[in-house]
T-cell receptor
Framework: GAVVSQHPSRVICKSGTSVKIECRSL??????MFWYRQFPKQSLMLMAT?????????EQGVEKDKFLINHASLTLSTLTVTSAHPEDSSFYIC?????????????FGPGTRLTVL | EDQVTQSPEALRLQEGESSSLNCSYT??????LFWYRQDPGKGPEFLFT???AGEEKEKERLKATLTKKESFLHITAPKPEDSATYLC?????????????FGQGTILTVHP
């Protein structure tokens, strides 16, 4: 299957700082990528859909000014958590759909564990 | 609103003890139902996509089936390495490709 990478895998930051997470599709071009967050022992919640060359689409209740998404190329999307606070601590996972894929599946990155002190 | 409910929340099996996981869903027109496996601290790994009632797919010890209201993931003669959280997700018609609604998952533990 297609490969999606994320960087960093783990980040610890102080409250009030901003953190950028990168998501890359390694062997396919993804016009659309997706950002999820997952709290301990809970399922994945879609935060936003990242569209190459246009604005991201945010799910209800997600602050677009706090979670900045940029999809500057067909293989890279970034999520910036601005002015992070302890309640933003979570597991952030990106995914991408391979347009050439046969099964309409999304491929997920390995996730980024964010801890805000 | 699309909803996905998985049961049981946790399942403990002995190696070789076959069982099934359930995924009940309500969706305004199903485009696809997806099964993923997630290991601790990692992103979900794709297993299957099912599109219509009556469809079945198999991969090694796993078989997924679909009806109009639910999907089952059957695990035959599981091994300890099958231990993981199994996630079910639906994609509705009329939504952008890729928008998935996930269930809360079933944590499977297989003891040797």
């Amino acid at each position: 299957g297609a490969v999606v990478s994320q960087h960093p895998s783990r980040v610890i930051c102080k409250s009030g700082t901003s953190v950028k997470i990168e998501c890359r599709s390694l062997d396919f071009q993804a016009t659309t990528m997706f950002w999820y967050r997952q709290f301990p022992k809970q399922s994945l919640m879609l935060m936003a859909t990242s569209n190459e060359g246009s604005k991201a689409t945010y799910e209800q209740g997600v602050e677009k000014d706090k979670f900045l998404i940029n999809h500057a190329s067909l293989t890279l999307s970034t999520l910036t958590v601005t002015s992070a606070h302890p309640e933003d601590s979570s597991f952030y996972i990106c995914s991408a759909r391979d347009p050439q894929g046969q099964d309409n599946e999304q491929f997920f990155g390995p996730g980024t564990r964010l801890t805000v002190l | 609103e699309d909803q996905v409910t998985q049961s049981p929340e946790a399942l403990r099996l002995q190696e070789g003890e076959s069982s099934s996981l359930n995924c009940s869903y309500t969706v305004s027109g199903l485009r696809g139902l997806f099964w993923y496996r997630q290991d601790p601290g990692k992103g979900p790994e794709f297993l299957f996509t099912l599109y219509s009632a009556g469809e079945e797919k198999e991969k090694e010890r796993l078989k997924a089936t679909l009806t109009k209201k639910e999907s089952f993931l059957h695990i035959t003669a599981p091994k300890p390495e099958d231990s993981a959280t199994y996630l079910c997700a639906v994609q509705a018609r009329g939504t952008s490709y890729g928008k998935l609604t996930f269930g809360q998952g079933t944590i499977l533990t297989v003891h040797p």
